[in-house]
């Protein structure tokens, strides 16, 4: 196969052309694993697979996590059904996060394949957390190396956008170093969400915590941070949880939005040493 990656912005993000993911081969995979890591967020333009093809896929990268508290297919339970419908008004993953930040050892990477999109809305953008944290001054650098955050699955949680599961009670919550190095590229990098599963930092107040998450947020979210997708029909997207945030774009009322859903195995999150170097 020939293989074209195309960068989507300066930052991070590509397009990749020319590769079929039903027939990949060992060597092609590793061009794209390499891709992933090195953009934090590929997209396989032009695929047309099964819901068994999209799964053998995503088992190349590790195996699947199988998500706490939403049902998948029938007959695929690896794959949850994302349906937003014309005339719902929320929005799946409408906020900035990184997924399943909730969960002691949260998805290593999203694999999202559209299936059926509206002519112009519904974008997901996406914003490089190891590019945020570079930017931030030695003075908050050296403030965060030892702040940890504390979320929880908040079932209150206004959500819409019909799931093929049910959204059930969680359970522990996860505390995390709020800066995350990555395990393969080892970059450090925020991890972070707004505050919805996140609840606060750990050992802080909400009123403590509230100023400093809401700053990194906005910080960490300025355009020259980010990306955007726009999806089309066959478009497979995979993206790295832990270097990047992302959040769909709830802009095309009356419209109808289905997507195929993989979540792939993550670790435990690490940070910085006593020291703020790299472990
Ligand atoms: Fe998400």
Not at 32 to 57: E, K, M, N, S, Y
Not at 179 to 201: A, K, S
Request: aromatic content about 6%; hydrophobic content about 40%.
């Amino acid at each position: 196969m020939s293989i074209e990656i195309l960068p989507l912005a300066g930052t991070l993000g590509a397009d990749i052309h020319g590769v079929d993911v039903a027939t990949i081969d060992d060597a092609t995979f590793e061009a794209v694993h390499q891709a992933l890591l090195d953009h934090g967020v590929i997209v396989l333009r032009d695929q047309d697979i099964t819901p068994a093809q999209q799964i053998a896929f995503a088992k190349r990268w590790n195996d699947l996590h199988t998500h706490p508290y939403l049902a998948g297919l029938p007959e695929h339970p690896e794959i949850i059904e994302i349906i937003k419908e014309p005339d719902e008004e929320g929005g799946f993953g409408a906020h900035w996060h990184t997924d399943q930040i909730f969960t002691p050892a949260p998805a290593m990477a999203t694999m999202l394949y559209a299936k059926e999109v509206p002519a112009v809305g519904g974008d997901t953008m996406f914003a490089s957390m190891p590019t945020a944290y570079e930017a931030l001054s030695d003075g908050m650098k050296a403030m965060l190396r030892h702040v940890h955050t504390f979320s929880q699955y908040n079932k209150t949680a206004k959500r819409s956008g019909k799931m093929s599961g049910k959204v059930t009670k969680p359970s522990k919550p996860a505390v995390h170093p709020i800066i995350r190095v990555h395990p393969e590229t080892r970059r450090p990098g925020l991890y972070i969400n707004e505050m919805e599963n996140l609840r606060h930092l750990d050992g802080m107040t909400v009123e403590e915590s509230t100023p400093i998450i809401n700053y990194l947020i906005r910080h960490a979210t300025k355009p020259e941070f980010t990306c955007r997708v726009r999806w089309e029909v066959g478009s497979l997207a995979v993206w790295d949880n832990r270097q990047l945030m992302h959040m769909a774009l709830n802009d095309y009322p009356g419209r109808r939005r289905v997507m195929h859903r993989i979540t792939i195995k993550g670790d435990v999150p690490f940070g910085l040493d006593e020291a703020g170097d790299l472990p």
